[in-house]
């Protein structure tokens, strides 16, 4: 079974809606004498997902391992130094796929930072309207679209469609941000840490309301999230990363019920649990992730993973199937060189 392809609860491989392909991105440096780039960040680095029609797939891990990048990377906000897409059997690539535009028609994004997405100057039906009014839908038809979006989003529109954002509560203003989103009919949301900074009240509540309009427009979700419960509450699968790559990916259950990588171990363990009977045992994650501009080489959790050995430092770890999940680790592969390759 190809490991990357999502599996549907009926244990078969479920249609891509989105396929991404050895994805690479590195930042350049600029330093050193004229400002000559000498050193580069790596931010992501080969990677490859795919994302199922209908599921939500969550990404976390630790801050600074390429979340974000990935989902700008995803809706073109910045170019892959490398890799390709294809959007619904369409490859994203002008001028023979489909243009970059289309694609960011068909995927939407909503941001942690509900204020700064926002134009101030624009009424909240006006904010709706526009991007519908700059793809040809007649002002009067998109305001009206605009309006019944606000009531989607539980926001009277009779109360709420002349205000201007600053009039409005965070809560509020992620619920324009989210009914913006939806404006176009997109086909998949990157919402990347979208609901972090909302109160407790308020983010459950703008969670239950995502699950709902997931049903009703028939949404595909990709949902960033530092927070491991909210992610568990939302996702049918889970992406762990770690500096750039993809350390674990699976069913959410699989993901939360039986962690296999290392990293995925540390960073479920760190997470508080409200049931002593379900704290782990695992060791909590050592110390900082190293410097993504020189990874350590082979596997990249090897500096702070305990079983880390000579192996580990010399081959690169892809993603093996185990099961129910797929996981980049040495102990996973027999003949690996690892002592433990074949019975972690
Ligand atoms: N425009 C940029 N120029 C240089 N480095 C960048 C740029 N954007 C991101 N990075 C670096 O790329 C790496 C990945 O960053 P990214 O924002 O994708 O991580 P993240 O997992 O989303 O982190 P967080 O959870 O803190 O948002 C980091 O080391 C970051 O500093």
């Known amino acids: 079974m190809d490991t990357l392809l999502p599996v549907t609860?009926?244990?078969?491989?479920?249609?891509?809606?989105?396929?991404?392909?050895?994805?690479?991105?590195?930042?350049?440096?600029?330093?050193?004498?004229?400002?000559?780039?000498?050193?580069?960040?790596?931010?992501?680095?080969?990677?490859?997902?795919?994302?199922?029609?209908?599921e939500t797939l969550g990404v976390v891990g630790e801050s600074g391992?390429?979340?974000?990048?990935?989902?700008?990377?995803?809706?073109?906000?910045?170019?892959?130094?490398?890799?390709?897409?294809?959007?619904?059997?369409?490859?994203?690539?002008?001028?023979?796929?489909?243009?970059?535009?289309?694609?960011?028609?068909?995927?939407?994004?909503?941001?942690?930072?509900?204020?700064a997405s926002l134009n101030p100057r624009l009424t909240i039906v006006e904010t709706l309207a526009f991007a519908p009014k700059a793809h040809g839908v007649p002002a009067a038809e998109a305001r009206d679209r605009a309006?019944?979006?606000?009531?989607?989003?539980?926001?009277?529109?009779?109360?709420?469609?002349?205000?201007?954002?600053?009039?409005?509560?965070?809560?509020?203003?992620?619920?324009?941000?989210?009914?913006?989103?939806?404006?176009?009919?997109?086909?998949?949301?990157?919402?990347?840490?979208?609901?972090?900074?909302?109160?407790?009240?308020?983010?459950?509540?703008?969670?239950?309301?995502?699950?709902?309009?997931?049903?009703?427009?028939?949404?595909?979700?990709?949902?960033?999230?530092?927070?491991?419960?909210?992610?568990?509450?939302?996702?049918?699968?889970?992406?762990?990363m770690y500096l750039g790559k993809i350390v674990e990916i699976g069913h959410v259950d699989a993901i939360y019920g039986n962690p296999q990588h290392p990293y995925t171990r540390a960073l479920l363990s760190a997470r508080p649990s409200m049931d002593p009977r379900k704290r782990t045992r695992e060791a909590p994650i050592q110390g900082d992730p190293p410097n993504p501009i020189d990874p350590p080489s082979g596997c990249r959790f090897r500096t702070r993973c305990p079983f880390a050995e000579e192996a580990c430092a010399k081959t690169v770890p892809v993603l093996a199937d185990t099961g129910a999940q797929s996981v980049a680790c040495l102990m996973y592969v027999p003949g690996s060189g690892h002592s433990r390759a074949g019975r972690p």
Do not use: W
Not at 9 to 14: F, I
Not at 38 to 53: E, F, G, I, M, P
């Open 65 to 115: 391992c390429g979340k974000s990048t990935v989902a700008r990377l995803l809706i073109r906000l910045i170019k892959p130094d490398r890799g390709s897409m294809v959007l619904d059997g369409d490859p994203v690539d002008e001028p023979h796929g489909i243009t970059v535009n289309e694609l960011r028609r068909q995927v939407q994004m909503v941001f942690q930072d509900s204020y």
């Open 147 to 240: 309006r019944d979006l606000l009531a989607k989003v539980g926001l009277e529109p009779s109360n709420f469609a002349d205000r201007y954002p600053h009039e409005l509560s965070g809560g509020q203003r992620q619920r324009v941000n989210i009914a913006r989103a939806l404006a176009l009919r997109p086909r998949l949301v990157i919402l990347d840490e979208a609901v972090s900074a909302l109160d407790k009240s308020v983010e459950a509540q703008v969670l239950n309301m995502l699950v709902d309009l997931k049903q009703e427009f028939g949404l595909t979700y990709v949902f960033i999230s530092h927070d491991l419960n909210v992610v568990q509450y939302l996702s049918d699968r889970v992406m762990v």
């Open 9 to 54: 609860d009926r244990g078969g491989p479920a249609q891509p809606l989105l396929l991404a392909t050895g994805l690479r991105k590195h930042f350049p440096i600029p330093g050193g004498l004229l400002g000559r780039t000498t050193k580069v960040v790596r931010a992501v680095d080969d990677l490859s997902l795919s994302v199922a029609k209908g």
